[in-house]
């Protein structure tokens, strides 16, 4: 069974960092991409960031909203990918999930999500 | 970047009812567009890939066409689990920058 399980997320006050991970099974964690998206509370989607596959380099990319403030590795051993989120503004809370990004097709559709971790940003 | 508009916001239909949403991006996005299912309290879940091509598991009442600026998602006939919220989606190639229209939302009448 596919499962990518996100963690991590809470209350955090602004100002402060947080990591959220996304553990993975049932997936050649190799052959993806990782890419997260976030969800404001009754709001739509918002791409946050993404890595590519080690053989691409594992090159990111992030939206503007949260470039400088926002890093994303992966460690394939593991096959758990990160969201380092640094000086939180209350605009970041929202769900946040991790997506599995297949390589083999363009590299531009999210096949695979997880449930999605809350992160709260408020004193 | 690619801005991708979807109409209309709301769509009210009933079960058994023939739904097209529409997806439309500022620039080409020649075959490389997406299309999910979002419902309240859940992730949401890959329905079309390259335009046309349904996931896996995705029942076939669900097609997607169009090609370049203009994108359509049909459902043939509306069941009551249909009625969601749906996302049309698409990549930059380089710098890699996703973008995801604002949804239109599928709701009973």
């Known amino acids: 069974e596919v499962q990518l399980v996100e963690s991590g997320g809470g209350l955090i006050q602004p100002g402060r960092s947080l990591t959220l991970s996304c553990t993975t099974s049932?997936?050649?964690?190799?052959?993806?991409?990782v890419s997260w998206v976030r969800q404001a509370p009754g709001k739509g989607l918002e791409w946050v960031g993404f890595?590519?596959?080690?053989?691409?380099?594992?090159?990111?990319g992030y939206a503007t909203s949260v470039k400088g403030r926002f890093t994303i590795s992966r460690d394939d051993s593991n096959r758990i990918a990160y969201l380092q989120m640094k000086s939180l503004k209350a605009e970041d809370t929202g769900v946040y999930y991790c997506?599995?990004?297949?390589?083999?097709?363009?590299?531009?559709?999210?096949?695979?999500w997880g449930k999605g971790t809350t992160v709260t940003v408020s004193s | 970047d690619t801005v991708l508009t979807q109409s209309p916001t709301t769509l009210s239909l009933s079960p058994g009812e023939r739904a097209t949403l529409s997806c439309r991006a500022s620039?080409?996005?020649?075959?490389?567009l997406a299309w999910y299912q979002q419902k309240p309290g859940q992730a949401p879940r890959l329905l079309i890939y390259?335009?046309?091509n349904r996931a896996a598991g995705v029942p076939a009442r669900f097609s997607g066409s169009g090609s370049g600026t203009d994108f359509t998602l049909t459902i043939s006939s509306l069941e009551p689990e249909d009625f969601a919220v749906y996302y049309c989606?698409?990549?930059?190639?380089?710098?890699?920058?996703?973008?995801f229209g604002p949804g239109t939302k599928v709701d009973i009448k």
């Open positions: 049932g997936i050649t964690f190799g052959d993806y991409a």
């Open positions: 620039q080409s996005v020649y075959n490389y």
């Open positions: 989606q698409q990549r930059n190639n380089w710098p890699p920058i996703f973008t």
């Open positions: 390259d335009t046309s």
């Open positions: 997506t599995g990004v297949p390589t083999s097709s363009g590299e531009y559709y999210m096949d695979v």
């Open positions: 890595i590519r596959v080690k053989a691409y380099g594992g090159t990111t």
